[in-house]
C-alpha cells in the first residue's frame, strides 16, 4: 500500500481530495475550540493547510511523512492559525487605538477645506502620496503596495493610519493657532 505522499504523487488531487474530506470537520471543530477561531476562519485555515501540503509533496519537499497524515496538517495549521491570530491582532489593535473611518467624509465648509488643505502641505512624505493615493485616487491597498513599495497590504493599512493620526494632530494645532489658543497655557 502506498503512502499518501506517494498517492498523491501519483494520482494527484484524488488522493489530496480525499485527506481533506477525512480531517476536515475534525479540524475546523479543534480550530474553534482549541484556539478560538471563528468557523469561517478555520475553514479558510483548513483549505490553506491542504494547499501548503500539497505544494510540500509536488516540490518533493514532503517526501515522507514521519507522523501520521493528521499529524502533519494539524502542524502546519498551527502555524497558520497564530500567523492568522498575530496579523489580526495587530490589525485589531490598530482599529482599537484609531477609530478611524476608512473614507473621509466630503468637505463642505471652505474654512475646514483650507485647513485640511494646509494640514496636508505640511503632513510630508510618504504620508501625503499615501493619503492621496487612498482618498483621491481611490487606489486599492493592492495597488498601493505595488506603486508606493510597501512590504505588503498590512503595513500599508499600518502606515495609513498613523498618517491619519499625523493628519489629525497637524489639523487640531492649524485650528488651536487659527482660534488665537496658546496650548502650552492650558486652554
Request: hydrophobic residues 35%; positive net charge; glycine residues 4%.
Amino acid at each position: 500500500m502506498f503512502s499518501i505522499v506517494e498517492q498523491i504523487k501519483l494520482s494527484g488531487k484524488g488522493a489530496l481530495a480525499k485527506l481533506y474530506q477525512e480531517h476536515r470537520k475534525e479540524f475546523i471543530l479543534w480550530a474553534i475550540k482549541s484556539h478560538h477561531c471563528d468557523e469561517d476562519d478555520a475553514k479558510d485555515i483548513y483549505q490553506a493547510t491542504i494547499i501548503s501540503f500539497y505544494e510540500n509533496v509536488m516540490s518533493g519537499q514532503l517526501s515522507e511523512l514521519s507522523s501520521s497524515p493528521k499529524t502533519y496538517l494539524f502542524a502546519i495549521a498551527k502555524n497558520k492559525i497564530r500567523e492568522m491570530q498575530r496579523t489580526k491582532g495587530k490589525r485589531s489593535t490598530l482599529e482599537e487605538n484609531y477609530d478611524i473611518p476608512e473614507e473621509m467624509e466630503e468637505i463642505s465648509d471652505p474654512e475646514l477645506l483650507r485647513l485640511t488643505m494646509l494640514s496636508l502641505k505640511q503632513i510630508g512624505e510618504p504620508c501625503k502620496s499615501l493619503l492621496q493615493e487612498v482618498y483621491y485616487h481611490q487606489s486599492s491597498m493592492s495597488a498601493i503596495v505595488t506603486k508606493l513599495s510597501y512590504k505588503n497590504e498590512d503595513t500599508a493599512k499600518s502606515q495609513k493610519y498613523k498618517c491619519l493620526i499625523r493628519l489629525r494632530k497637524i489639523f487640531k494645532d492649524l485650528q488651536i493657532k487659527q482660534l488665537g489658543y496658546d496650548r502650552r497655557a492650558g486652554y
